[in-house]
């Protein structure tokens, strides 16, 4: 499912969930534009069940209160470390779960194609990568770091969406299929005229 096929100026939500830090941003996209509709960072305290429902009910909010159509997250990636891969898990969990049972389609994308998608180049650094997504969006100051990740996100979204909606085929009216006739192959031209031969001798006779 497209987020392109919800209207003609699609929003995206864009996360960056961490286990202490949630960012977060909704980017639309106004034809050749991507405007940066709002944002932040939200900062959770307490044990970890206690953040968990923090970044649980902002979420919930968040796709209450914003009119997007699709949310985009970043891929999980392998943590050296058992414990913080496991709790940075059930953060990322946390949206993606929000958004399927509001029937919002996921999309995730891989570190690497973030960086390639706002700055050019998959080895760009947090600093390369937060002056490049102030760029894209025309903002006035740099934004928070875990906010940018989430603004690049998103923006790699609906580019890439708008990328594939390029490489669609275009619509033809149903009519026009039916009417039109395939161009046979040299074979099948050869066939249909030693049918049309052999009609016309019995015709003859």
Not at 126 to 151: F, S, V
Not at 169 to 190: F, G, I, K, L, S
Request: proline share 6%; hydrophobic share 50%.
């Amino acid at each position: 499912m497209s987020s392109f096929s919800q209207g003609s100026d699609p929003s995206v939500l864009g996360v960056d969930p961490g286990s202490r830090k949630f960012g977060w941003a909704v980017v639309r996209q106004r034809g050749k534009t991507l405007e940066r509709m709002a944002g932040g960072v939200v900062r959770m305290h307490g044990d970890l069940h206690a953040r968990l429902g923090e970044i649980l009910q902002k979420v919930q909010a968040l796709m209450a209160d914003q009119p997007v159509c699709a949310l985009a997250v970043e891929s999980a990636f392998v943590q050296k470390n058992a414990r913080t891969a496991l709790v940075l898990g059930q953060a990322r969990g946390l949206p993606i779960a929000v958004a399927a049972a509001r029937g919002l389609p996921v999309f995730e994308y891989p570190p690497a194609t973030v960086k390639r998608a706002v700055a050019g180049s998959g080895r760009a650094d947090k600093h390369q990568m937060r002056h490049m997504i102030a760029a894209t969006l025309g903002l006035a100051t740099l934004p928070a770091e875990d906010e940018a990740d989430a603004l690049a996100i998103a923006v790699t979204h609906l580019r890439h969406q708008a990328f594939a909606s390029q490489l669609a085929p275009q619509a033809r009216p149903v009519a026009t299929v039916v009417a039109a006739e395939p161009t046979p192959t040299p074979a099948r031209a050869a066939y249909l005229a030693a049918v049309a031969q052999a009609r016309a001798m019995r015709r003859a006779r």
